[in-house]
């Protein structure tokens, strides 16, 4: 039985992407996304220190929680058959429980999750709004006995100890750390890490003002801000613009985005670049958090829309 997550790199690299002649600005990425092939970016470091505490506490079942395109479900299902641990999904809609077959034939992140052993329990959307009651916890330990929590999205204080790694050894580099932002865990452990005079810059992928209180949870610095403006809608909402630059983006720099967090963020950036907010000779960082296997999925949902499809040699 493996103990650790295996790596299969030591640490992730940092690639240039460009430099602006018109003011030097450069654009590296840090390839978080090429950690791991199934537990990778910033799920691999949210996961990295729980799962350590769910073996040493002698748990054998991790649950948690996510939607039905979720990366978190995906990485805690394959985590948990390399672990030999056992993993329960909770999933928001009920509805997707009631013909299971023809939900794992149109969900790739659901079969895939499944295919690493995980079960589910479908819940209604009213019932998912419980999840961090102490009734719900107590239905479901009913239900399935003891178990370690992973809370949804990943985040809590073991998370983001994790996310504090991805800066380990990048020291004073850049100027600007930019990073997309979900429940708020890496981008508070990129806080923590970055240097004082280093500005952390994160743009959420979904419309809401709670993001600010969810991160002050975890950090006290004051050095970064939220950018709100390129969220394109809200959770998972995307546009042609957004798929044209994502491949683009792939046919230039042979990178693959994904069209929920980091193609939002590095079309955010391009943007900012292009319109001179960086200041002359600024050097930006914008870490990669992986997010690749729900592409399979989205493209599903884009040729239902008629609107193109990211453009693919083998969707992962």
Not at 95 to 112: A, I, Q
Not at 224 to 241: D, I, M, Q, R, T
Not at 249 to 267: A, E, S
Request: proline residues 3%.
């Amino acid at each position: 039985m493996a103990t650790t997550l295996d790596l299969m790199l030591k640490d992730s690299p940092i690639v240039h992407v460009l430099t602006r002649r018109e003011d030097g600005v450069s654009l590296y990425i840090k390839r978080e996304d090429l950690l791991h092939p199934q537990v990778s970016g910033n799920k691999f470091r949210k996961l990295k220190y729980n799962l350590a505490e769910a073996q040493k506490q002698g748990h054998t079942r991790l649950l948690t929680f996510g939607g039905a395109f979720s990366n978190h479900i995906a990485a805690v299902a394959a985590a948990g058959k390399i672990l030999d641990l056992q993993t329960i999904g909770v999933i928001r809609g009920d509805e997707l429980g009631r013909d299971m077959e023809s939900t794992l034939k149109k969900n790739p992140t659901l079969d895939f999750a499944a295919s690493q052993g995980m079960k589910f329990l479908f819940v209604s959307r009213s019932d998912y709004r419980e999840k961090e009651t102490t009734a719900f916890r107590q239905d479901l330990e009913k239900e399935f006995g003891s178990f370690y929590l992973i809370p949804e999205g990943g985040t809590n204080t073991l998370a983001v100890k994790g996310c504090e790694e991805i800066l380990t050894g990048v020291g004073k580099d850049f100027d600007f750390i930019c990073c997309a932002v979900g429940t708020g865990g890496t981008i508070a452990g990129l806080i923590n890490a970055a240097a004082k005079d280093q500005k952390v810059l994160g743009f959420p992928a979904l419309k809401g003002d709670f993001l600010e209180g969810e991160i002050s949870k975890y950090t006290s610095a004051t050095n970064w801000e939220l950018v709100n403006k390129y969220h394109f809608g809200g959770y998972a909402k995307v546009s042609p613009e957004l798929i044209d630059f994502i491949n683009d983006f792939r046919k230039t720099y042979d990178i693959l985005l994904d069209p929920v967090y980091t193609g939002k963020m590095l079309f955010g950036i391009f943007d900012m670049m292009e319109n001179a907010v960086f200041p002359q000779n600024s050097r930006i960082l914008a870490i990669h958090t992986g997010g690749l296997q729900g592409i399979t999925g989205m493209n599903k949902l884009l040729k239902n829309k008629n609107f193109p499809l990211i453009d693919v040699e083998n969707e992962i």
